[in-house]
C-alpha cells in the first residue's frame, strides 16, 4: 500500500544521500578544504540530508544555503526560516535556465541501441512525435549504445536549438526534428495558491551578523530561563552582544579571575608555582573535583597541580585553597585595576554552595562534605520547599556574578597577553585548553579536534561556559562567553546542548564568513 510505497521513496532518497555525503567526504579528505554540493532541497534542508550525514563523518562545519526566485519588480521576498541557514535570492526566470528533454530510456540485451520506455510526459519531447517502444538509432547522426552519454549530448543544447532523431518504430525508419522551444506560459487559474506553510515566513535580515544574531535569539527564545552572550571575533572585531551586560552567577568560572590573579602573584615574586600545600580534613570542600575524594591525611599539593586540578576538573577544593592563598580581595583589585568592570568575586566554592543549600556557612564550612551533605538532606525531608526557597535567596544576591561582556574582555586580554606578561598569559592559555570539563557544551558540536581554551561553571540553574575557540584554516579566533540562570526546569543536558549549538552557529559563521 502506501505506507510501503513510501518506505521504498525513502530508503531510496537516503541511499543517494549516503553516497552523496560519502563523495563528500572523500573530495574534502583529497586536500580540498571546501566542497560544495549541489543538490535538490528536498536533499539539504531541515538539516536531514547530504549535509547531516557529512556532518556524522567528518564533524566539518556545513552551511546549507537554498535558492528562491525572487518576481521582478519586488525588492525581498519572505520565506520561511526552517528551510535551511541561508536564503539565495535569485531573479525569477520565465523558464529554467537549461532544456529539460523529458525521454526515458533503458537498454535491452539483444540491442545496441537506446529504446524509450513511454511516451513523454514533460520535458521539450512532451507533444512530438516519440513513442514507447521506438528504438533511438542516432542523433544528429551520431549512434549512442550507452544512455548516459546521449544524455550527456542531449545536454550541451540551449534554448532555441534544436536536434534531430533517426528512430526505429516497427520496422519503419522515422526522423523526427526536437526544437529546444520554451515551454508555453501556463494559465494563471491553474496556478494552485494555497500551499501548505511549514513554518512562520520572515523577513530575512540582510547584514550577517545579524542573521548571526537572529539564529542564536531563535535558540534560546521561550526557554525555562535566561541566558547572555558575547562574542567577539579577535581578529576582526567583529562583535555579538545578547544580554551581554547583565550579570549573572559565576559559579566555576570565577576561578579564571582567581588565575589570573595567582599568574600576578607569581610575576610579582609574592609566591611560586612550585610552593607546596598541606591540606587537612576541613580542605576537603563541597562539589566537583577530585580532592574531596582523598580522605587520607598527609596530602601535600604544589600551586602548579592545585591550578591543574582547578582549572581542568574544576576543583572546588583546589580553588578554595589558591583563592585564599592569594586573598579574593587581591583578585577583585586586580581587576579594577586592569579596568576590567562587571566581575566580582567575594565567596569560595564551599560558601557559595553553603549558600545555595540555605546552610550558614560559619556554622558548616569546616564540617567535612559528607556530614553537610547529611544535614541537607535531612533538611529536605522536613521541608521539601526548603531547597527551592534557598534558591530563590541565593538568585536575588549580586555577588559573585558576571556580564558576559566583561567575561569576554578578560578572555581578550588574556589572549591578545597585555594582561600579564606573555608568557603567563600563555600559561593560562595552555592550561585552559586542557579543560575537562563541559564536553557537551562549547566543544559539544564543533569538529573534532578544535582547540577550545575555556572555563565552565554550574551552579543552581546556571551553566556556563566560555572560553576562547581556535578556528582552522587561518580564520582567526573567537572570544564566546556564555551564561545563564534561572535554568531549573530543564534537563542540564538539554542546556547544555543550547550551549553547544550556540558554539556551532558561531564557528560556523566566523568560518565561512
Given at each position: 500500500?502506501?505506507?510501503?510505497?513510501?518506505?521504498g521513496?525513502?530508503?531510496?532518497?537516503?541511499?543517494?544521500?549516503?553516497?552523496?555525503?560519502?563523495?563528500?567526504?572523500?573530495?574534502?579528505?583529497?586536500?580540498?578544504?571546501?566542497v560544495?554540493v549541489?543538490?535538490?532541497?528536498?536533499?539539504?534542508?531541515y538539516?536531514?540530508?547530504?549535509?547531516?550525514?557529512?556532518?556524522?563523518?567528518?564533524?566539518?562545519p556545513?552551511?546549507?544555503?537554498?535558492?528562491?526566485?525572487?518576481?521582478?519588480?519586488?525588492?525581498?521576498?519572505?520565506?520561511?526560516?526552517?528551510?535551511?541557514?541561508?536564503i539565495?535570492?535569485?531573479?525569477e526566470e520565465?523558464?529554467?535556465?537549461?532544456?529539460?528533454?523529458?525521454?526515458?530510456?533503458?537498454?535491452?540485451?539483444?540491442?545496441?541501441?537506446?529504446?524509450?520506455?513511454?511516451?513523454?510526459?514533460?520535458?521539450?519531447?512532451?507533444?512530438?512525435?516519440?513513442?514507447?517502444?521506438?528504438?533511438?538509432?542516432s542523433?544528429?547522426?551520431?549512434?549512442?549504445?550507452?544512455?548516459?552519454?546521449?544524455?550527456?549530448?542531449?545536454?550541451?543544447?540551449?534554448?532555441?536549438?534544436?536536434?534531430?532523431?533517426?528512430?526505429?518504430?516497427?520496422?519503419?525508419?522515422?526522423?523526427?526534428?526536437?526544437?529546444?522551444?520554451?515551454?508555453?506560459?501556463?494559465?494563471?487559474?491553474?496556478i494552485?495558491k494555497?500551499?501548505?506553510?511549514?513554518?512562520?515566513?520572515e523577513?530575512?535580515p540582510?547584514?550577517?551578523?545579524?542573521?548571526?544574531?537572529?539564529?542564536?535569539?531563535?535558540?534560546?527564545?521561550?526557554?525555562?530561563?535566561?541566558?547572555?552572550?558575547?562574542?567577539?571575533?579577535?581578529?576582526?572585531?567583529?562583535?555579538?552582544?545578547?544580554?551581554a551586560?547583565?550579570?549573572?552567577?559565576?559559579?566555576?568560572?570565577?576561578?579564571?579571575?582567581?588565575?589570573?590573579e595567582?599568574?600576578?602573584?607569581?610575576?610579582?615574586?609574592?609566591?611560586?608555582?612550585?610552593?607546596?600545600?598541606?591540606?587537612?580534613?576541613?580542605?576537603?570542600?563541597?562539589?566537583?573535583?577530585?580532592?574531596?575524594?582523598?580522605?587520607?591525611?598527609g596530602?601535600?599539593?604544589?600551586?602548579?597541580?592545585?591550578?591543574?586540578?582547578?582549572?581542568?576538573?574544576?576543583?572546588?577544593?583546589?580553588?578554595?585553597?589558591?583563592?585564599?592563598?592569594v586573598?579574593?580581595?587581591?583578585?577583585?583589585?586586580?581587576?579594577?585595576?586592569?579596568?576590567?568592570?562587571?566581575?566580582?568575586?567575594?565567596?569560595?566554592?564551599?560558601?557559595?554552595?553553603?549558600?545555595?543549600?540555605?546552610?550558614?556557612?560559619?556554622?558548616?564550612?569546616?564540617?567535612?562534605?559528607?556530614?553537610?551533605?547529611?544535614?541537607?538532606?535531612?533538611?529536605?525531608?522536613k521541608?521539601?520547599?526548603?531547597?527551592?526557597?534557598?534558591?530563590?535567596?541565593f538568585?536575588?544576591?549580586?555577588?559573585?556574578?558576571?556580564?558576559?561582556?566583561?567575561?569576554?574582555?578578560?578572555?581578550?586580554?588574556?589572549?591578545?597577553?597585555?594582561?600579564?606578561?606573555?608568557?603567563?598569559?600563555?600559561?593560562?592559555?595552555?592550561?585552559?585548553?586542557?579543560?575537562?570539563?563541559?564536553a557537551?557544551?562549547?566543544?559539544?558540536?564543533?569538529?573534532?579536534?578544535?582547540?577550545?581554551?575555556?572555563?565552565?561553571?554550574?551552579?543552581?540553574?546556571?551553566?556556563?561556559?566560555?572560553?576562547?575557540?581556535?578556528?582552522?584554516?587561518?580564520?582567526?579566533?573567537v572570544?564566546?562567553?556564555?551564561?545563564?540562570?534561572?535554568?531549573?526546569?530543564?534537563?542540564?543536558?538539554?542546556?547544555?546542548?543550547?550551549?553547544?549549538?550556540?558554539?556551532?552557529?558561531?564557528?560556523?559563521?566566523?568560518?565561512?564568513?
Amino acid at each position: 500500500g502506501f505506507e510501503a510505497v513510501f518506505e521504498g521513496l525513502y530508503r531510496a532518497q537516503s541511499a543517494w544521500d549516503e553516497v552523496m555525503a560519502a563523495n563528500a567526504v572523500r573530495a574534502s579528505e583529497n586536500g580540498k578544504r571546501r566542497v560544495v554540493v549541489l543538490a535538490g532541497s528536498g536533499h539539504l534542508i531541515y538539516n536531514l540530508g547530504i549535509n547531516r550525514r557529512v556532518f556524522e563523518r567528518n564533524r566539518r562545519p556545513f552551511r546549507t544555503i537554498v535558492c528562491v526566485a525572487v518576481p521582478k519588480g519586488r525588492p525581498s521576498v519572505a520565506v520561511s526560516r526552517s528551510l535551511a541557514d541561508y536564503i539565495w535570492g535569485l531573479a525569477e526566470e520565465d523558464r529554467p535556465a537549461y532544456p529539460s528533454v523529458g525521454l526515458r530510456m533503458k537498454m535491452f540485451a539483444s540491442l545496441a541501441n537506446p529504446v524509450l520506455e513511454a511516451k513523454p510526459v514533460d520535458g521539450v519531447a512532451l507533444g512530438k512525435d516519440f513513442d514507447k517502444g521506438d528504438v533511438i538509432l542516432s542523433v544528429d547522426g551520431k549512434p549512442f549504445s550507452d544512455i548516459n552519454e546521449l544524455r550527456m549530448y542531449l545536454a550541451r543544447f540551449a534554448w532555441g536549438e534544436e536536434t534531430t532523431f533517426r528512430l526505429l518504430r516497427a520496422g519503419q525508419e522515422k526522423t523526427v526534428v526536437l526544437k529546444f522551444d520554451p515551454p508555453a506560459i501556463v494559465p494563471s487559474g491553474r496556478i494552485e495558491k494555497d500551499f501548505p506553510v511549514a513554518a512562520r515566513s520572515e523577513e530575512a535580515p540582510a547584514e550577517p551578523l545579524a542573521r548571526l544574531r537572529a539564529q542564536l535569539e531563535r535558540l534560546w527564545r521561550n526557554r525555562d530561563g535566561t541566558a547572555g552572550i558575547a562574542v567577539k571575533h579577535l581578529e576582526s572585531g567583529r562583535e555579538l552582544l545578547i544580554n551581554a551586560d547583565d550579570l549573572f552567577p559565576l559559579a566555576s568560572v570565577f576561578k579564571l579571575p582567581v588565575l589570573v590573579e595567582l599568574m600576578a602573584q607569581v610575576r610579582e615574586g609574592r609566591l611560586s608555582l612550585e610552593d607546596e600545600i598541606d591540606l587537612v580534613p576541613a580542605d576537603l570542600h563541597l562539589g566537583s573535583g577530585v580532592l574531596a575524594d582523598l580522605v587520607a591525611p598527609g596530602i601535600r599539593l604544589s600551586v602548579r597541580n592545585l591550578i591543574l586540578l582547578m582549572m581542568t576538573v574544576s576543583d572546588n577544593s583546589a580553588a578554595d585553597l589558591l583563592l585564599a592563598k592569594v586573598g579574593v580581595e587581591n583578585v577583585n583589585r586586580r581587576l579594577r585595576g586592569l579596568g576590567i568592570e562587571g566581575i566580582s568575586v567575594s565567596r569560595s566554592c564551599q560558601e557559595l554552595i553553603l549558600d545555595v543549600y540555605g546552610l550558614d556557612y560559619e556554622t558548616y564550612k569546616d564540617n567535612p562534605a559528607e556530614e553537610i551533605e547529611a544535614v541537607y538532606e535531612e533538611l529536605l525531608k522536613k521541608d521539601p520547599e526548603f531547597a527551592a526557597e534557598a534558591r530563590r535567596s541565593f538568585s536575588l544576591q549580586e555577588e559573585d556574578r558576571s556580564a558576559p561582556r566583561a567575561m569576554n574582555v578578560l578572555l581578550e586580554r588574556v589572549f591578545r597577553k597585555n594582561i600579564l606578561d606573555e608568557a603567563s598569559c600563555q600559561t593560562i592559555l595552555d592550561i585552559m585548553a586542557k579543560c575537562q570539563t563541559g564536553a557537551g557544551r562549547i566543544k559539544g558540536r564543533l569538529p573534532s579536534g578544535t582547540e577550545v581554551a575555556h572555563k565552565t561553571g554550574t551552579l543552581s540553574g546556571s551553566f556556563n561556559d566560555c572560553g576562547i575557540i581556535f578556528l582552522p584554516d587561518g580564520r582567526g579566533h573567537v572570544a564566546l562567553s556564555i551564561m545563564t540562570k534561572d535554568f531549573h526546569r530543564m534537563r542540564s543536558a538539554d542546556i547544555e546542548s543550547l550551549i553547544a549549538e550556540t558554539a556551532k552557529f558561531v564557528y560556523d559563521f566566523f568560518y565561512f564568513f
